[in-house]
C-alpha cells in the first residue's frame, strides 16, 4: 500500500473522530425516542419490575419464538422503571428490524402491584412476504449510466422474473430465486435459515449461480468501463456454488464464515483481443474462496438509522488450493455512526476501507474498488475506480421535513399495506474517497487521487424500509448532476 493511501485512509480517521467527539460534546439535547408503550405507574417506591408473562398477537406466520427471540430480556427477569419504557421502545425496534412487519407495539396486559409482577403484550403487523417481481431492469451499474451515457437504449435491458420469499416456513428463512433472460441470462437459488439449533444462534445459507453474458465489461479507460457486444459468442460463463454458517449469540453480535467455489470462462477472444490481463492470460479462472465476517449492528433502524453505530470487518481468502485461479488476501474494516440531536435534525458518519494484502497483481476480473454498489461516492455515479485498496469517509447531516402516517383504507386492499408511514428529509453529504491502483491506472485519472463530492438532497422513506434518494452533485471535477438511488429491504 503506498504513501498516499496510507495518509488518506489515517487524515479522514482522524478528521472524523475529532468532528464526531464535537457532536458527542453536544449530544446533551439529544430526545428520548418517544414509545408507545405505557409503563404502569406506583406512587410507593418501586424501582423495577418483574416480567411474568409475555404474550404475542398478530402474527399468522411468523413463529412466537421467533420474535421473542428479538428481546433483550426474558420472563422472570427483572427491568428497572427508570429505562423501561426506553427499554421497550428499543426491543419494539428490535422486532422490526427482522423486517417481517410493518409495525409492533410491546404494552402492559396486566400488573400485579403487591409483587411488581406484569405481564406484556406483544402486537405485530405482518408484512407481506412473497415478492415475484417481473424483471425489467438494466444491464448497467446504475440508471444514470443507462439512461444518459447509453441513451436508455432498451436492448440493454434484461427481463424474466425474480421470487422473493423472506418467511418461508415461518422462521424468517428467505428465499430468492432469479430466471432472467435478454441482455444476461442469469439463474440463481439462495436459500437462508437463520435459526438451525433449539437456542437459535446458529444459521445457513446455500446459494447457486449460473450466467451466459454476450456482453461484458472487459476494461477501464477515462474512468468507465468500456463494453463490447457479440450475439454469436458467448463472452463470459460464471458459475457459483456456495455455503455459509452463522452464529448469533445475542441480538446485536453475528459472526459468519462461508466457503464458495468459483468456476469462471471467457471466450479466447477476450483474451487475445480485448484485455489480456481480464483473467491475468488464462481463459478459465478457478477457485476456493473462504471469508469470515464479524458484525456488531446497534443501529435503531437498520435500513435508514437515525441512531447507533455498525462495526462490521471481514477478511476473505480467494485462492485456498494449490492450482486455483486466484490468489488474493483482502482486509475489509468499516464503522457507521448515527445519532439525533434536536427534534428534527440527525447526523452520521461511516469510515470504510478495504486492503489487499498480498501485493501481487490482481485479475482485472476482481479488482474492482469504488463506482460499484454499495460502495460510490456520491458525484462520481458515472464513473468507475479500480484498484488493490480503498476507502472513503462519509458524512451527512438530515432535517425531517415530514413524518406522516396515511390510512389509505379501502384504496389497499392488503392489510399488511393500509398503514402508510412516509418521512420526508433534507440531506446534505460530504463524501471523501480514494482508490489505490498500482496495476490498472493508466489512463484512468480518477485512480491514485483524492475524489470529493458534495451533495443536496430529498430522501423519502416508505414503510420503514424503502428508501428513495433525489440527489443533486457536485464532484471535484466541478462537475454537477442529478442523481437517483434507492433500497429496498427484503
Same mark, same amino acid.
Given at each position: ?6 495518509? =488518506? ?7 472524523? !473522530?475529532?468532528?464526531? !467527539? ?18 404502569? %405507574? ?20 411468523? &413463529? ?20 423501561? %419504557? ?18 409492533? &407495539?410491546? !404494552? ?5 402491584? @403487591? ?23 438494466? *444491464? ?104 455459509? *454458517? ?36 488464462? $481463459? ?5 474462496? @473462504? $471469508? ?23 477478511? *476473505? ?15 475489509? @474494516?468499516?464503522?457507521?455512526? =448515527?445519532? !439525533? ?5 440527525? %447526523? ?76 420526508? =428529509? ?63 429491504? =427484503?
Amino acid at each position: 500500500m503506498n504513501h498516499s493511501f496510507h495518509s =488518506f485512509f489515517w487524515q479522514s480517521l482522524l478528521r472524523n !473522530s475529532l468532528i464526531f !467527539s464535537f457532536l458527542l460534546s453536544c449530544r446533551g439535547g439529544l430526545d428520548a425516542q418517544s414509545s408507545s408503550s405505557h409503563a404502569p %405507574t406506583n406512587p410507593e417506591t418501586l424501582d423495577h419490575v418483574i416480567v411474568r408473562k409475555i404474550g404475542v398477537e398478530g402474527n399468522q406466520r411468523t &413463529k412466537t419464538e421467533i420474535i421473542l427471540r428479538e428481546l433483550d430480556f426474558q420472563l422472570n427477569d427483572s427491568l428497572s422503571l427508570a429505562t423501561l %419504557t426506553a427499554r421497550l421502545a428499543e426491543n419494539e425496534l428490535n422486532i422490526l428490524n427482522t423486517g417481517l412487519f410493518t409495525s409492533t &407495539k410491546i !404494552s402492559f396486559k396486566e400488573w400485579t402491584a @403487591a409483587t411488581n409482577e406484569v405481564g406484556l403484550l406483544i402486537t405485530v403487523q405482518e408484512g407481506w412476504y412473497v415478492f415475484p417481481f417481473p424483471i425489467l431492469e438494466m *444491464a448497467d451499474r446504475n440508471f444514470n449510466v443507462w439512461w444518459d451515457t447509453y441513451d436508455h437504449d432498451f436492448s440493454r435491458l434484461n427481463w424474466g422474473i425474480r421470487f422473493y420469499h423472506t418467511n418461508l416456513t415461518g422462521r424468517k428463512d428467505q428465499l430468492k430465486a432469479v430466471f432472467q433472460q435478454g441482455f444476461t441470462k442469469k439463474y440463481e437459488l439462495i436459500y437462508t435459515l437463520p435459526y438451525l439449533n433449539r437456542h437459535r444462534r446458529l444459521g445457513a445459507n446455500i446459494n447457486f449461480l449460473y450466467t451466459r453474458e454476450r456482453q461484458i465489461g472487459y476494461a477501464t479507460q477515462g474512468n468507465e468501463l468500456i463494453f463490447t457486444n457479440d450475439r454469436d459468442r458467448l463472452l463470459l460463463q460464471r458459475f457459483r456454488l456456495g455455503a455459509a *454458517a452463522q452464529y448469533r449469540r445475542n441480538l446485536d453480535i453475528t459472526h459468519r464464515l462461508s466457503l464458495t467455489f468459483h468456476d469462471n470462462l471467457i471466450h479466447d477472444f477476450v483474451r487475445t483481443e480485448l484485455n489480456p490481463d481480464f483473467f491475468l492470460g488464462g $481463459t478459465e479462472q478457478r477457485y476456493l474462496a @473462504a $471469508t469470515y465476517q464479524f458484525t456488531v449492528d446497534k443501529r435503531d433502524i437498520r435500513p435508514y438509522p437515525m441512531h447507533g453505530y455498525l462495526i462490521d470487518a471481514s477478511i *476473505a481468502r480467494n485462492g485456498l488450493l494449490i492450482g486455483d485461479g486466484m490468489n488474493a488476501l483482502n482486509l475489509q @474494516a468499516s464503522f457507521q455512526q =448515527f445519532f !439525533s440531536f434536536g427534534k428534527k435534525w440527525s %447526523t452520521g458518519f461511516v469510515l470504510k476501507g478495504v486492503s489487499g494484502l498480498l501485493r501481487n497483481k490482481q485479475p482485472y476480473y476482481g479488482s474492482q474498488a469504488l463506482g460499484y454498489e454499495p460502495d460510490f461516492i456520491r458525484g462520481y455515479e458515472y464513473y468507475v475506480m479500480d484498484g488493490l485498496d480503498y476507502a472513503y469517509n462519509k458524512s451527512l447531516v438530515r432535517y425531517r421535513l415530514f413524518d406522516r402516517t396515511f390510512n389509505l383504507g379501502p384504496y389497499m386492499r392488503l392489510e399488511s399495506f393500509r398503514e402508510m408511514p412516509i418521512k420526508l =428529509f433534507l440531506v446534505f453529504h460530504n463524501e471523501l474517497g480514494y482508490a489505490n491502483n498500482p496495476f490498472y491506472g493508466q489512463n484512468n485519472s480518477l485512480a491514485n487521487e483524492l475524489l470529493w463530492g458534495t451533495t443536496l438532497g430529498l430522501d423519502l422513506v416508505l414503510y420503514y424500509d424503502k428508501v428513495f434518494n433525489f440527489e443533486v452533485s457536485r464532484n471535484h471535477l466541478n462537475e454537477y448532476g442529478f442523481y437517483l438511488h434507492w433500497t429496498f429491504s =427484503f
